[in-house]
């Protein structure tokens, strides 16, 4: 059984950061990706960042340059630093492991960017 636990969510006022993390349990193949997805109110989750465990990383651009993925290879944890937070980086934030083509997800933190 795999399990995602999230911690790192809050409330930041605009400008502030914010570092979200991830520790997966159980049974993790070698190989995997690891990410963060988010979803504000009203709209479609979307990919925020992913990190292979070989190291490659992809981020949406609207994101690049202001966050950064980071992994933990033996410790199964991935992170997300979040600098210069806006409004519009308010959502749900869910980390996701992509294991042999089996997705998992963490139940969700909220971040909350307001002054």
């Known amino acids: 059984q795999v399990q995602l636990v999230e911690s790192g969510g809050g409330l930041v006022q605009p400008g502030g950061s914010l570092r979200l993390s991830c520790a997966a349990s159980?049974?993790?193949?070698?190989?995997?990706?690891m990410g963060w997805y988010r979803q504000a109110p009203g709209k479609q989750r979307e990919l925020v960042a992913m990190?292979?465990?070989?190291?490659?990383?992809t981020y949406a651009d609207s994101v690049k340059g202001q966050f950064t993925i980071s992994r933990d290879n033996a410790k199964n944890t991935v992170s997300l630093q979040m600098n210069s937070l806006k409004p519009e980086d308010t959502a749900v934030y869910y980390c996701?492991?992509?294991?042999?083509?089996?997705?998992?997800w963490g139940q969700g933190t909220q971040v909350t960017v307001s002054s």
């Open positions: 990190a292979t465990s070989n190291g490659r990383t």
């Open positions: 996701n492991l992509n294991n042999g083509g089996t997705f998992y």
């Open positions: 159980g049974n993790i193949f070698r190989i995997n990706t």
